[in-house]
């Protein structure tokens, strides 16, 4: 503890700590029990944005730490306001983001009599949190905030609820916030065994056709210059995972684009063929692997990761490492040769020409590839955030990356309406970039009511609708499996976006046309205001190429252009 | 393959709700849980006998070590360590079968802990198979209720977990 302490309630203590914590913005909805926070919220010098629905919180909370490096923070009051924040909880909690989410709580002497809204939020987030709290005295709140901040930006990052009755917050207690953590049950590893490191630069020298499969391990502990620095001293080419794209340039001779059931097949054609595969901060999910037992047949596996529980969860790795990745990359490549790889590096080429991402554009209607070409052609740079759908995997496979925190996408839990809230997050936390929302008409309908705090905070996002009157993703899978039966599917004319966005006093633009798609890009970047763009699209536009459930990666195939 | 595990967490409320929803949710099965302060009184024991081949007593274990709240995990199946298990045994007796009974309990050292006119309650401590044993035999006299605390289990010798 340090010296001098000062008596203050709870809530007071909690913007206190708070500041300590560094944190410049917090997304958050009030509430009864939340009433002596406000209270003390009202002249603090903390940031505080108002959303209007606290799943919007959790998620923008989720899009300024992905954004940013830095724990994002949201605040809920007890019961609904609590359990509206899980969805975006259990994102970040899939995706291993930093976040605290503080909850409002209804006070101690009713704990467990069903009071007015109240919800076991700590028995509930149980599963999709790092670690929870309930705060059992004011006295204690100092400690417990310190943890938690300490719990979620370590070892494998997430999120870390913090559960506080109101009398918590109205109690008085002697501040002081501690200097360190004591927790005797977490004490994560970050430095690799060098034994381990010596052994993995063996395999490496011995490897005539390796491949580097990198995930969103590697941006959470800002490895992208190290993971950079190794492809090129080994010669091995690198695939992304969803979560990893932006952690390896995607322009770079060595990027084999994202591997998967929607990845490039020259990335699954490389994994399958691999004599070695370096798995970095990534996770063997099943969206990458396909059918387990045939994933990267010929590999032995060498598998990176700051969490010991995700070696050997799904597939056989022959050689753990454990460690953070930024680290243990530098390390490696200190130990390591290049590669005999020269041969495989010129095959690799003559797939990326056989076989590369390919759409046929129109003259009539607007491909939703080509919107992706044309952001990047206006806006190289920009953040891109997504919903999940179709648009998701366009703008993963059609976008070009070139740093890390640029692609912010819900990989794991894939959840819908995380995107535009999770783009207001970014946007806070990283003023000086255009941010992009891309979005399908679906997944938009799911957060749109954040356009009110995006006008009211001014934080001018663009909202890219890819608007073709489908759950297109479904959709899709009706079409190819379902024998076309499109159940409860097609959404056409569910709302008129350009007046929607004009109700909240946004800019609405609109494009029905291909020569239409760059001027209205270029207008809303120009705006500088919170825009929605409807792009009205090829309807029946399918994402490909596609490994079918169940198949192995490498039976990847192209779906009929329409 | 059974495992027992012995996992040292920190005596909080809340920690046996993780530990058993961690097992639940992914699918692991617990064949008993025991659990009890230590002499450190800020930390509590768990003996926990789980059922699984390798990979599965690996993921467990690695599941448990990432709860916050547990400080230790060690696999006394590995180590050389004494196991014990109690069991309380209420048995249906008349005035034919009391003394048969009560022989039956002192062959296998255990204790008569309760007498009434038609009952009698037993009072065994030891290992699966003893526990087994007795409620094989004492099963055709009826038994009317039984408890067990499931296994606790310590390393032999001078050595800890």
Redesign the interface.
């Known amino acids: 503890m340090t010296g001098a302490t000062e008596r203050m309630t709870g809530a007071q203590a909690f913007i206190e700590c708070l500041k300590k914590e560094d944190v410049e913005v917090m997304f958050g909805y009030p509430g009864g029990v939340l009433l002596p926070i406000y209270d003390a919220l009202y002249d603090a010098d903390v940031r505080h944005i108002l959303v209007r629905h606290e799943q919007a919180a959790a998620h923008a909370a989720d899009g300024y730490a992905r954004a940013t490096g830095k724990t994002g923070v949201c605040l809920a009051t007890s019961g609904p306001g609590a359990t509206n924040l899980v969805t975006g909880i259990a994102t970040a909690y899939m995706d291993s983001v930093p976040m605290v989410a503080f909850t409002g709580q209804v006070p101690s002497f009713m704990l467990g009599n069903d009071a007015f809204q109240e919800a076991d939020i ?2 509930i987030t ?2 999709i949190t ?2 929870n709290y ?1 705060v059992p005295s004011a006295d204690e709140l100092p400690r417990i905030i310190k943890e938690a901040f300490h ?1 979620a930006s370590t070892g494998r990052q997430g999120p870390v609820l913090v559960d506080m009755p109101k009398d918590v917050t109205t109690d008085e207690l002697d501040f002081s916030y501690p200097d360190k953590v004591e ?4 004490k994560p590893t970050f430095k690799a065994n060098i034994l381990q490191i010596k052994k993995a630069a063996e395999e490496i020298s011995r490897s005539v056709t390796p491949v580097i499969y990198a995930g969103g391990g590697v941006i959470s502990s800002n490895g992208s210059s190290e993971l950079l620095a190794f492809a090129e001293k080994i010669m091995a080419p690198v695939t992304n995972t969803l979560t990893g794209i932006g952690s390896f340039p995607g322009k770079h001779p060595l990027s084999l684009g994202m591997l998967g059931m929607h990845g490039t097949k020259y990335a699954n054609y490389a994994v399958q063929e691999c004599d070695l595969l370096i798995a970095v901060g990534a996770r063997f999910d099943d969206r990458v692997t396909g059918k387990i037992e045939s994933f990267a047949p010929n590999a032995r596996i060498i598998h990176i990761d700051i ?3 995700e ?3 799904n597939v056989r790795v022959d050689l753990p490492i454990v460690g953070d990745a930024k680290g243990t990359l530098a390390n490696l490549t200190k130990y390591s040769k290049q590669c005999k790889s020269e041969d495989w590096i010129k095959k690799i080429s003559e797939w990326k020409v056989k076989y590369p991402l390919h759409y046929i554009n129109s003259d009539e209607v607007i491909k939703p590839q080509y919107i992706l070409e044309q952001i990047h052609a206006a806006c190289e740079d920009a953040i891109i955030v997504t919903e999940v759908g179709q648009h998701q995997m366009w703008a993963a496979q059609y976008f070009s990356f070139k740093e890390p925190r640029t692609f912010i996408t819900s990989g794991g839990l894939g959840t819908m309406g995380y995107g535009f809230p999770a783009a207001m997050g970014a946007k806070v936390g990283r003023p000086d970039k255009v941010v992009f929302n891309i979005a399908g008409d679906g997944s938009f309908q799911m957060s749109s009511q954040e356009l009110a705090t995006v006008v009211e905070n001014d934080i001018p996002v663009i909202v890219a609708v890819f608007n073709n009157g489908f759950l297109g993703m479904v959709r899709q899978w009706q079409e190819l499996f379902f024998d076309h039966r499109y159940s409860h599917t097609c959404i056409s004319g569910s709302v008129d976006f350009v007046k929607l966005a004009e109700a909240y006093g946004a800019l609405g633009l609109r494009a029905t046309k291909p020569s239409e798609v760059r001027p209205v890009i270029d207008e809303a970047i120009a705006s500088g205001r919170p825009t929605v763009i409807d792009f009205v699209i090829e309807r029946e536009e399918n994402v490909s190429p596609m490994v079918p459930a169940g198949a192995a990666i490498n039976e990847i195939m192209d779906l009929e252009v329409k | 393959m059974r495992h027992t595990l012995a996992v040292l967490v920190e005596n909080k409320s809340g920690v046996l709700a993780r530990v058993a929803g961690l097992f639940s949710r992914r699918g692991y099965n617990i064949d008993s849980l025991a659990v009890g302060v230590t002499e450190d009184p800020t930390i509590s024991r768990m003996t926990i006998v789980v059922r699984g081949d390798d990979h599965v007593l690996e993921q467990v274990t690695k599941q448990l070590n990432k709860l916050i709240d547990v400080i230790r995990v060690t696999d006394l199946s590995a180590e050389e360590s004494v196991e014990r298990e109690l069991a309380l045994i209420k048995v249906t007796v008349d005035a034919n079968n009391r003394s048969e009974i009560i022989q039956i309990a002192d062959i296998f050292r255990a204790r008569i802990i309760d007498v009434a006119a038609k009952s009698i309650t037993i009072e065994v401590t030891g290992n699966e198979d003893k526990i087994l044993g007795i409620e094989q035999l004492l099963r055709p006299f009826g038994i009317k209720e039984m408890v067990r605390t499931g296994k606790i289990a310590l390393t032999r010798g001078g050595k800890s977990v």
């Open positions: 700590t028995g149980l599963p790092k670690h309930l719990i927790l005797r049950g977490y969490d010991p529980a070696i050997s969860k």
